[in-house]
C-alpha cells in the first residue's frame, strides 16, 4: 500500500533520501559507455521452430535457417529481435523436405544435412561449415559482431572468416579486376563510372555473391544486405577474409558446392535465373548516342542491308526524345515513329529506346503531372521532393520500391509499345546525378512497406526500375517475350534484365577487361552479358574494333555503342579487310543461334551460367585458378579472344580430353597449354570432342527465312558425351506450357564405329524435316550406316577433309555408323 506522507519536514527528507540513493550525476553523459565493436558471447541455449533454430548469448540472437541439403541461412540480431524477413533478391523461398538433425555435445551444437553441417562452438559462438567427410570448407576467423550507427541508428554489421593459403575467390558481379579476387578490398555501391579504369571500385552493380574456392571444395557466400557493402579477400590480412555492411542484418546464405557450378546453380535457386529471351534479343545489336534523325536511322539499316551484315536491334539514344522527356517523341527528328519503326520492322530490325529514371520537372509535362498528382516521387527526409539534374535539366525521380509506382511506371510503355518499340534500355538508374553523383542519404523509400533511407535502397533502385519496365512491357506486349537491358542492379536483377558492362574505352586493355568483367557476371548469377564493343569512349582502329567484333561474337549479348563526339563505329566502317571479317563473324554467331539459345535455355530452366571460364571446367587445378582469357559458351565450345595488337599467334589452354580446332578440323589433345595462329581474319575456337553443335542457315535477321533443315555438326569422340538442343517459338511464352522441345544427343565411338543417339521431350513440333549431318573426325571410312529402325542410310559423301555428310530425319532415335 502507498505511504501517504503529510508532514512536510518528512516529505523532505524522504526525497532526499531518493536522491541519494539514485546517486544523481551532474553529467549523465558520463555514464554512457563509449561506442566499440562488439561480439557475440558464449551461446547458451538453442530453440527450434521446423527448420529454424535460434541461439542466443543472453542478449544476442543467432538464426541458422535449413534451406536445402546445399544452403545454409545464416542470420543475426545484436539484441535479439529481427527485422521482418523480406529481400529483393530472393522473393520466396521454396523449401522443399530437406532432412536435417540437431546434435549437441559439450563443445558444439551441430546442425547437419546429407550435404553440410554447420557448427556452433560453445566455447565462442564461432560458426563453420562442413562437408559429409569432415571437411571444414568455412569458420569464422572471430564471432560475428557489429558496431551502433549513432547518426543513422541500426548497426555496422562484420562477418570474418578463416581464409587459407591457397584460397581463390570468384565472383562479385561486374568488378574491373582480375577474375581471381584473392588480395582484393571491394566496395558494392551502384555507381556511374564514365570510361572507368583497370581496378576502379565500385561500378554500376552491386552483387553480394562470392565464391571460395580451396582444396578442391567450392562453397559461395550470399551476403543479402542492400546497404553499402565491403569485402576483403585476404588483403588487410591474408589469413583472413571478411565482409561488412554499412547498415541492416548480417545475414547471408552459405552455399555448399562441392563444385562452382553446384555453388551457382543453388545461387539461382535463390535469386532466380533470366527468363527466355526473344531469340532476336541474341541476334547483333546496333547502338550509338545517338543515331537521329529518322533519315540517320534509316541510313544505318540500309547500311546493314546493303553490306549483307546481319542485324536484329537499332537503338535510340536520349536524342529521341522531346528535350530528353521520357516517353516522349522529338517530331522534329522522328515526324512518325510509328511508320519508321514498322518499317524497320518490315526490313527485319527491331527497335530498341532508352529510358532513364529522372523526369523533368514540368507541369506541362504528362508525366510529370502524372508522378506529382499521385506522389510517386521520392522525398527527402523533411518532406521535400528529391531533385536533381540530369539529361532533361531539373528532375525528380520515381520511388521504384513502391508497388505502386512500379504498377504506374509499367504502364506509361503503352505509347512506345502501340508504336512498336520492341525493347527498353534502362541507363542512368544507379541512380546517377549530374554533380551530386546520386541521391542523399536522407532520401525514403517505401521499400515494399519496410520503409528506408536511400542508405538502404540506393543498391536495389537500379533493379526496380528494370522490374517495372518489365513487368509493364509484359503485360502490354502480351504473349511476346519484353527485351530489357539496365546498367545498375542488384542480386536478382537477372529476372529483370539483361546487362552491359557500362561506359568502356576504346582500348586493348578494356578489351582484356571486358572478357573477364563478362565471365565474372555470368558465374555470379548475370548470364546476359556484353560490353560495348568497340568501347564507348575514344577511338579504335580497325585492328581493335575487329578482335572486339570477335569477341562479342561469344558474349550472350552483342551490342557495339559508342559516344556521340567519336567517329562512325558500324561493321563496315574501317573498310576492308575489316568488313570482310566482321561479317564473318557475325554470320559466324547467326549460324550457332541454335546452340547458343540452348543454353539460355540451360540456364533458364537448370541454372547453368552461360560463360564458364576454365576454372569452372577444371578448378582442381591450382593453374586455372590464374587463367583468365580462356572461357566456354555453354559447355562445348572454348574460345580464347586475341588480347594483344599485332598478335600472330597466341597460347591457349585446353581442358582435359580431345578438342577440335573449329577452323581446321584438327584434333588437340587438352589438359596443357597449345601455340594457336591468330591471323586477323581467325581467333582461337575449339570444340570439346563428342560435341553435337546444332547450326542454322546465314540470315540477314532471325526469321528472314524458314529453317528447311539444322545442320547438326558432329565431333566423334571415343568416349560417351552428350549434347543438348532446345527448340521453341522463339518469342512467346508458350514455354512456361511445355510447348518446347529438348533434344539430347548422346554419342560414343571406337576404332571401327560410330553411334548416334537422340531423346526428346516437350510438346514443340519444328518445322524442318530433315537434319543435315556433318560428321567430323572419324577415324575409320565409313561403309554402312543403319538406322534404328533397321533401314540402312546409302546417300552419304565423304568430304575432303574426311567429313561424312549426309541427311536424315529429325525425329531419328539412334545411328551407327561403322567401317
Known amino acids: 500500500m502507498e505511504e501517504n506522507i503529510q508532514d512536510p519536514e518528512l516529505l523532505a527528507n524522504r526525497l532526499l533520501e531518493d536522491e541519494e540513493e539514485f546517486h544523481h550525476l551532474n553529467n549523465p553523459a558520463e555514464a554512457i559507455k563509449p561506442i566499440i565493436k562488439k561480439y557475440l558471447g558464449i551461446p547458451k541455449s538453442v530453440e527450434q521452430a521446423e527448420n529454424k533454430f535460434y541461439f542466443t548469448d543472453g542478449d544476442a540472437k543467432v538464426e541458422i535457417v535449413v534451406i536445402t541439403e546445399q544452403v545454409i541461412k545464416v542470420r543475426l540480431a545484436p539484441h535479439g529481435v529481427f527485422l521482418e524477413e523480406f529481400s529483393y533478391a530472393v522473393p520466396k523461398i521454396v523449401t522443399k523436405n530437406v532432412a536435417f538433425t540437431l546434435f549437441e555435445d559439450d563443445n558444439e551444437f551441430r546442425i547437419s544435412t546429407s550435404a553440410v553441417s554447420c557448427h556452433i562452438r560453445k566455447q565462442d559462438f564461432f560458426i563453420s561449415f562442413s562437408d559429409n567427410e569432415n571437411n571444414i570448407t568455412s569458420a569464422d576467423a572471430v564471432p560475428m559482431h557489429w558496431e551502433e550507427n549513432i547518426k543513422f541508428g541500426g548497426y555496422y554489421v562484420f562477418c570474418t572468416k578463416e581464409c587459407h593459403p591457397e584460397e581463390s575467390f570468384f565472383g562479385l558481379g561486374d568488378k574491373p579486376t582480375e577474375l581471381n579476387l584473392r588480395g582484393k578490398r571491394l566496395k558494392n555501391w551502384n555507381t556511374d563510372a564514365y570510361s572507368f579504369a583497370w581496378n576502379q571500385d ?70 532466380g535465373t533470366h527468363p527466355m529471351p526473344p531469340l532476336w534479343a541474341l541476334g547483333y545489336h546496333q547502338c550509338r548516342w545517338s543515331y537521329y534523325p529518322e533519315a540517320k536511322v534509316r541510313k544505318i539499316a540500309t547500311g546493314f542491308r546493303e553490306n549483307q551484315i546481319p542485324c536484329d536491334g537499332i537503338y535510340l539514344d536520349i536524342d529521341y526524345m522531346d528535350g530528353y522527356r521520357c516517353f516522349t517523341w522529338n517530331k522534329k527528328y522522328f515526324p512518325d515513329p510509328k511508320k519508321m519503326i514498322s518499317e524497320l520492322a518490315a526490313d527485319g530490325f527491331k527497335t530498341v529506346v532508352i529510358i532513364d529514371p529522372g523526369i523533368r520537372v514540368d507541369d506541362n509535362y504528362w508525366v510529370f503531372k502524372e508522378g ?21 535539366g531539373r528532375c525528380q525521380f520515381p520511388d521504384f520500391t513502391n508497388p505502386d509506382v512500379r504498377e504506374w511506371w509499367g504502364g506509361l510503355f503503352e505509347g512506345l509499345v502501340e508504336a512498336g518499340v520492341a525493347g527498353v534500355w534502362n541507363d542512368m538508374n544507379e541512380p546517377a546525378v549530374f554533380g551530386a553523383g546520386t541521391f542523399p542519404d536522407d532520401v525514403r523509400h517505401q521499400y515494399d512497406g519496410q520503409r528506408g533511407s536511400h542508405r538502404k535502397a540506393h543498391n ?39 546487362a552491359w558492362t557500362g561506359d568502356n574505352v576504346a582500348s586493348w586493355e578494356h578489351l582484356k577487361l571486358g572478357n573477364i568483367q563478362c565471365q565474372r557476371m555470368s558465374v555470379s548469377g548475370i548470364p546476359f552479358v556484353g560490353t560495348d564493343i568497340g568501347g564507348f569512349s575514344g577511338e579504335p582502329d580497325g585492328e581493335l574494333f575487329t578482335r572486339w567484333i570477335q569477341m562479342g561474337t561469344f558474349s550472350p549479348f552483342m551490342r557495339a555503342h559508342s559516344a556521340g563526339d567519336t567517329k562512325e563505329r558500324e561493321p563496315w566502317s574501317f573498310g576492308e579487310p575489316f568488313t570482310s571479317i566482321n561479317r564473318k563473324f557475325i554470320e559466324l554467331r547467326y549460324r550457332l543461334l541454335p546452340y547458343m539459345y540452348s543454353a539460355f535455355w540451360e540456364h533458364h530452366r537448370y541454372g547453368f551460367p552461360i560463360l564458364r571460364p576454365v576454372v569452372m571446367q577444371e578448378q582442381e587445378v591450382l593453374s586455372n585458378h590464374f587463367r583468365q582469357d580462356e572461357f566456354t559458351y555453354g559447355d562445348k565450345i572454348l574460345i580464347c579472344p586475341v588480347l594483344e595488337p599485332g598478335q600472330k599467334s597466341r597460347k591457349v589452354y585446353l581442358p582435359k580430353g580431345n578438342w577440335y580446332n573449329f577452323w581446321t578440323y584438327e584434333v588437340v589433345a587438352g589438359g596443357k597449354e597449345t601455340e594457336v595462329l591468330t591471323p586477323l581474319e581467325t581467333m582461337p575456337i575449339f570444340v570439346k570432342a563428342g560435341s553435337i553443335i546444332p547450326e542454322y542457315p546465314v540470315m540477314q535477321y532471325v526469321g528472314e527465312k524458314e529453317i528447311e533443315e539444322v545442320i547438326l555438326n558432329v565431333y566423334y569422340s571415343d568416349y560417351e558425351a552428350n549434347s543438348f538442343l532446345f527448340e521453341d517459338y522463339g518469342e512467346t511464352f508458350a514455354y512456361e506450357q511445355d510447348i518446347y522441345l529438348e533434344k539430347k544427343f548422346a554419342v560414343s565411338g571406337t576404332k571401327t564405329s560410330f553411334v548416334i543417339n537422340q531423346s526428346m521431350e516437350g510438346l514443340y513440333n519444328p518445322r524442318y524435316e530433315n537434319y543435315a549431318f556433318n560428321i567430323i573426325g572419324l577415324p575409320f571410312k565409313p561403309s554402312k550406316i543403319m538406322a534404328s529402325d533397321g533401314r540402312p542410310i546409302t546417300d552419304f559423301t565423304i568430304t575432303k577433309d574426311g567429313c561424312l555428310q549426309m541427311k536424315f530425319s529429325k525425329n531419328f532415335k539412334r545411328l551407327e555408323i561403322s567401317k
Request: overall charge positive; aromatic content about 18%; proline content about 4%.
Open 202 to 271: 565500385p561500378l554500376y552493380r552491386s552483387i553480394p555473391f562470392y565464391i571460395s574456392l580451396n582444396d578442391d571444395i567450392a562453397h559461395g557466400i550470399f551476403f543479402d544486405n542492400t546497404f553499402k557493402s565491403h569485402f576483403d579477400f585476404g588483403g588487410e590480412d591474408k589469413t583472413k577474409t571478411s565482409f561488412w555492411a554499412d547498415g541492416g542484418e548480417l545475414q547471408y546464405y552459405y552455399i555448399h558446392g562441392p563444385h562452382m557450378m553446384d555453388v551457382v546453380k543453388s545461387y539461382h535457386l535463390l535469386t
Open 460 to 498: 536495389v533502385y537500379g533493379m526496380q526500375m528494370v522490374r517495372s519496365t518489365y513487368e509493364g512491357l509484359r503485360k502490354l506486349m502480351k504473349n511476346k517475350r519484353p527485351f530489357t537491358i539496365t546498367r545498375a542492379g542488384y542480386s536478382g536483377v537477372q529476372r529483370y534484365a539483361s
Open 372 to 392: 506529382k498528382e499521385n506522389r510517386h516521387f521520392c522525398r527527402r527526409s523533411d518532406d521535400y521532393f528529391m531533385e536533381g539534374h540530369v539529361w532533361p
